[in-house]
């Protein structure tokens, strides 16, 4: 994240100018990191770093926007007592902001993970008529071709319900195995695993490689970013909102259970 001056955050970050922020600094009530500032253009990090008054963390106001390269074996969780959750990924800094994850990625699936604490935008982007496309590259058994092509296309019948039309291409096939790039828009329980299974493929490995507008680019495995102001603003258009930052303190917050 672009880094800012310190007297600009305190003043972001509650019900204060710039002149009143600067007299904080210098009665010696702001630390970073744990030491005193004084000086109102230092520069920081507001994701990476720390600023207390008078021992209390400010928060920052400011909604956050953050993209993980989840790997496998983590659950796409808020918590849990067994297994390790994505919330181990992110760092404590953003944790303290509530941010969360926006849907679910599978225990053994990699990929993008958008993690916000912006609860319209996240309730956007999950409704079922919003139809937000994901990109993801599946590793199946047996051979693809181009009557698997044209059932994804036509939407498959599953158990419990019947699959929206879907974009099957194939980008490597064998005899033993094949590559399938798939683009949809619904998002449900094992609904990628279940689609290729109802072909008679079963998925080896998934992995996402978009979410709407996001892509992982080069970002390893692990890692996270925080969005730039135009990936935002793409995003929030893919949701059916106005593309400008909205305003933090009407925003609706993610809950979780």
């Known amino acids: 994240?672009?880094?800012l001056r310190l007297d600009k955050f305190l003043a972001l970050s509650g019900e204060r100018s710039r002149s009143e922020a600067a007299r904080l600094l210098k009665s010696g009530l702001i630390m970073v990191d744990g030491l005193v500032e004084r000086d109102p253009a230092r520069?920081?990090?507001p994701v990476l770093q720390q600023v207390t008054l008078a021992g209390e963390m400010v928060a920052d106001q400011r909604l956050q926007y953050v993209l993980l390269h989840k790997p496998a074996g983590v659950l796409t969780a808020a918590r849990d007592h067994r297994a390790r959750t994505v919330m181990t990924l992110?760092?404590?800094s953003l944790l303290r902001r509530k941010v969360l994850p926006v849907g679910r990625l599978d225990k053994d699936t990699t990929g993008a993970l958008l993690f916000t604490n912006d609860g319209?935008?996240?309730h956007r982007l999950l409704a079922p008529g919003r139809h937000v496309l994901k990109e993801y590259?599946?590793?199946v058994e047996g051979a693809l071709d181009e009557d698997d092509v044209?059932?994804?296309a036509q939407g498959l019948q599953l158990s419990d319900f019947t699959a929206q039309p879907a974009q099957l291409t194939i980008s490597g096939v064998s005899a033993e195995k094949s590559l399938g790039v798939l683009l949809l828009s619904e998002g449900k329980f094992h609904q990628v695993k279940r689609m290729f299974a109802s072909r008679g493929h079963e998925v080896i490995s998934l992995h996402r490689a978009?979410?709407?507008?996001l892509r992982l680019q080069d970002l390893p495995q692990g890692a996270w970013r925080v969005l730039t102001a135009s990936e935002?603003?793409?995003l929030r258009e893919a949701a059916g909102l106005e593309p400008g930052l909205p305003d933090p303190s009407s925003s609706t917050r993610i809950t979780t259970s």
């Open 1 to 3: 994240m672009a880094t």
């Open 43 to 45: 520069k920081i990090d």
């Open 90 to 92: 992110v760092p404590d």
């Open 120 to 122: 319209e935008l996240a």
């Open 137 to 139: 590259h599946a590793w």
């Open 150 to 152: 044209t059932a994804f």
């Open 210 to 213: 978009a979410f709407g507008p």
């Open 232 to 234: 935002i603003r793409t």
